[in-house]
């Protein structure tokens, strides 16, 4: 159930959890939509709605966050972590107030790891919730992060999958050969990179041309797997 769908009475009572999507409104590249984080983590959402018998409410999309270090492309949008915090801390409290107690945010963008990561420890500890952050490609098998990159085949496969018509197959070459094979500038073990532009000109890092629609539904399923056994265990844990 889409909570901004529904009338104030038709809300569930108890529903077994409460999925919150956050994104990103930042360039995926010169073939990929700003939205990719928000349409991603939304999606993850209603599959695993659809998935389970189980009562899930889907919270409306949370769109910009942690994302300066994409500033340089035309588009891009971002707050800072204190102002992200605040908005997503009070968009929870606002969830709980009404009883509901299990929260998972769902992540797109990893950039917003940190500081979701640090805000779901302190509302657990401070409200009568538990809280917790579920950023959907970290939990993608090895061979498939390793082609995660940004903009990458995996981002760029997951779109395919969601909204073909949002990639602009016209500019995969160019994303390709004018980007980066790995995010960032490493000396050693280190990334003196700060922004995105240091070390990418299209924006992308890896090869989008290898992207599938197939591959797409096979990582966002995957996903959608692992966030039913969390929400399992968020109900393990209420009991």
Request: proline fraction near 5%.
């Amino acid at each position: 159930m889409q909570l901004a769908e529904l009338t104030w009475d038709a809300t569930p009572t108890d529903p077994e959890a409460v999925l919150v999507p956050v994104g990103s409104t930042e360039q995926h590249g010169p073939h990929a939509p700003l939205g990719t984080d928000t349409y991603t983590a939304g999606e993850v959402a209603h599959r695993a709605a659809d998935r389970t018998d189980q009562e899930l409410l889907i919270a409306p999309s949370i769109p910009v966050g942690v994302a300066a270090e994409h500033r340089h492309f035309r588009g891009s949008m971002w707050v800072s972590a204190d102002t992200f915090q605040a908005y997503v801390g009070e968009a929870v409290e606002a969830l709980v107030s009404h009883g509901w107690c299990r929260i998972v945010l769902i992540n797109g963008h990893g950039g917003n790891v940190p500081a979701l990561e640090i805000l779901s420890a302190e509302l657990t500890r401070a409200l009568p919730a538990r809280v917790v952050t579920f950023t959907w490609f970290d939990k993608l098998a090895a061979a498939h992060r390793q082609q995660m990159g940004h903009g990458g085949p995996i981002e760029t496969a997951a779109m395919q999958a969601i909204a073909p018509d949002l990639i602009d197959e016209t500019q995969m070459e160019s994303a390709a050969t004018e980007g980066a094979d790995r995010w960032g500038r490493w000396v050693g073990r280190t990334n003196i990179a700060v922004d995105t532009h240091e070390f990418t000109d299209s924006g992308a890092v890896g090869d989008p041309r290898t992207a599938s629609a197939e591959m797409g539904d096979a990582v966002l399923e995957a996903a959608v797997e692992e966030l039913l056994t969390v929400v399992d265990a968020l109900g393990d844990l209420a009991e």
